[in-house]
């Protein structure tokens, strides 16, 4: 490999300077490479694999990276256990590291290099012999001391009958290949994103997110998963009471298992100021799924005096539509001026839980828990998914970097049906509108920033102004941390 | 006034000339043949074709380079296909044949006799489709869709019933007037506004109207905020062709479009000839209608 590394480089430079050297790059078919070679040297062999979308019916799943950390081990031993998930609808067996959940069946195997010795007696065997077969099939694994192999499956008597192939797969460069020209993944996994509040709408965008590719999540929720939750949220049955920023972590490892997940189970409240101020200091983007306004008026707060840019999303009551506020601090109103330009009562707010009903009636009147449809809030999420995408790719070259222009407004409204009793009773129906407000419609708003807001504005120069007093005769407000 | 006849004239005096295309011809024959025969090349060779402002007819007075795609049979994720080494490669493959090679940032760039030449490796995404090209700089492969920036022209020219590549002559000749180097786009950004704005004209003087205030409309928002907006290549859409254009270039050429916008605004609204030739030529020079 370095060998390889170095006469390549040997190469590269001959060329640059048009002087011989003891190197020379040519194109070796087979591997749909570059090499270098110089003479008397046997060509050594590249280390990629990749798989396609060949029929996965039946086949066998080993981590190509695992087998090459226990390469040496099994070259000395001659044979290394390895456990997977059998899975019956397809007679798939994926080898257990490459499982998050570990789900399906467990299946003891075998590797053994070379032919099996002697009978075989129970579990699978899988023997790993040389093969000819080009390097970059997905069926041949390349040893680090660039030998080919092929992998082949010895299965006991009763099971036997049909072949069952065996593939490798490089988890990394093959999750890449689908985002690759469309997201700078480079950037996206050293982006670190704050979700606060696992909900349906929380965790959809931190699945997405970790799907897109980014690499640092930290999570927190002090709720844990109830059978409630289970026909919205993307948690299920099997992970009922357990807290919904493990089920969100594991969710997340699941569609990108290089991603380093951080769980706090800690609610947001100005007992955990502190703690959340820390949280957001150490994050590039704040993703806010919580519902209650006390939570999002405190984050706003932190994120705003840290100069970190947040997205709060939330569905309306019954989810008959949602809301989305981008805030960048000091460029965009924050959601202290929001709230300022609103009533405030908790009528439009969907509430999810018993505890946030407590928590968010003002009135100290009953506020019920609120159904809605996991179709009615997805769209919603995803729609603050990408919004977040915008954000963590600032200034950074995306084909994703179109939408700038598209969503360039600090709120967006969706709507998803003329709910009665609200004032988007009376939509036109879809089909007949053209420039109505109409349901499955997403609108972006302008306002402005509130000169003197609390938060994020000059609060006392607006008093001062407010009450005729000159501003500089005014005793400083305490210092923001 | 649309001067209709100042315009044919003025822009097939823009024309490159015959022996340039001549040189041209015979030099990227030249080229395409040693890449397909060649013993380090023609395993690897699938095919190779034209492209750039020569191959889309949008060229003017000399074509000062001509771009070669090399197709080649590569696995862009394999050890040793990094962007950088497979130029190399193909730079020690050029070197046999030229004695002035120049690796660029996307090409390996050849001296063939006065014409420059830029031979683009590049391998298919998936079938005449987009290509990935190899990015030196980024060290990343990056799409670019050089068949579909042809035939996204030859359709606009069809659509704008041969307007669309004289507009692009037009406006390079323009461009190139300019008065200072900061405000000038590069050939293929001027080339996709032009794709972007040029609506369906009936004449050349139409035309050059629609796109500079098509222009100013569209990007005029933009100038003074320090970033550039994305710039879709008509060829592939998710490729930025403004990605390299830096924020004060971008405004340079902003604030040139805008007065030019009002001047060709007022050459055609002029009622008078000889004062709507004297605002054209404040846009092409004199020899415009000369
Ligand atoms: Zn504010």
Known sequence: MSDQRSMIRDAMQAIAQRKPGKSKLVYDKTKRTIVAVSEGVPTPQALNITADDADMFGVVTLSSGWLRDKWLSLTKAGSLPVDFSSWDDGDALTQLELCIQGSGTRAAAMLVLGQPQGQTTEGVVI??????????????????????????????????????????????????????????????????????????????????????????????????????????????????????????????????????????????????????????????????????????????????????????????????????????????????????????????????????????????????????????????????????????????????????????????????????????????????????????????????????CPVCGDFLSGIAAAYGLDATQLPALPEKE | MELSADFARYVSSCEPDDDAVKTAKKAHEKVRDELKTDEDTKDAHEETFLTGSYRRHTAIHNIEDVDVVCILDLDIQAEGSEPEVVLTWLQGVLDKYYSETRPQGRSIGISAKGVWLDIVPGTPVYQDGPLWIPDRDAKAWVQSHPKGQISAASEKNKDTGGYYVQTVKLMKSWRDRLPTDKSKPKSYILETLVHQTIGLPTSHARAVVNVLEGINSTYGFYRGLGTVPFIADPGLGTVNVAKRWESAEFDAFLDQVKAAASTARQALNATDEAESRKLWRKLFGSTFGA
């Not at chain 1, 999750?175 to 994103?193: S, W, Y």
């Open chain 1, 127 to 452: 023997s790993i012999v040389p093969t000819d077969k080009p390097a970059h099939r997905s069926d041949v694994f390349v040893s680090p001391d660039n030998i080919a192999y092929r992998a082949e499956l010895v299965e006991p008597a009763a099971t036997a009958g049909r072949q069952r192939e065996v593939v490798f797969a490089d988890i990394e460069p093959q999750l890449d290949l689908r985002r690759a020209g469309i997201l700078e993944t480079t950037v996206l996994k050293d982006r670190t994103v704050l979700c606060i509040g696992l909900g349906t709408g929380g965790a959809h965008v931190a699945v997405e997110l970790a799907k897109s590719g980014v690499g640092h999540f930290i999570l927190v929720d002090r709720d844990r998963l109830s059978v409630g939750n289970v026909v919205r949220h993307p948690g299920g049955i099997s992970q009922v009471g357990r807290a919904k920023v493990n089920v969100t972590r594991d969710l997340i490892l699941e569609k990108n298992p290089g991603a380093q997940v951080e769980v706090h189970v800690i609610g947001v409240g100005f007992e955990n100021r502190d703690v959340i101020a820390g949280l957001v200091q150490a994050s590039d983007l704040v993703i806010c799924g919580t519902d209650n306004r006390q939570s999002k008026l405190l984050i706003n707060e932190l994120c705003v005096s840290a100069n970190k840019s947040a997205v709060y999303g939330g569905a309306f009551r019954r989810a008959y539509g949602g809301q989305i506020l981008r805030v960048r601090p000091k460029l965009s109103p924050c959601q202290q001026c929001f709230v300022s330009s609103l009533p405030d009562e908790a009528s439009d707010v969907e509430v999810s839980s018993q505890d946030d009903a407590d928590a968010i009636a003002y009135s100290d009147r009953p506020v019920a828990v609120e159904p809605g449809l996991s179709l009615d809030v997805l769209p919603i999420a995803t729609q603050l998914a990408k919004l977040a995408m915008l954000e963590l790719l600032a200034d950074k070259s995306s084909t994703l970097n179109v939408l700038k222009r598209d969503f360039d407004a600090p709120w967006y409204l969706w709507l998803n049906r003329p709910e009665p009793g609200t004032q988007y009773a009376d939509m036109p129906p879809l089909s007949d509108s053209s420039d109505e407000m109409t349901i499955n419609r997403w609108y972006g708003i302008y306002f402005e920033r509130d000169e003197q």
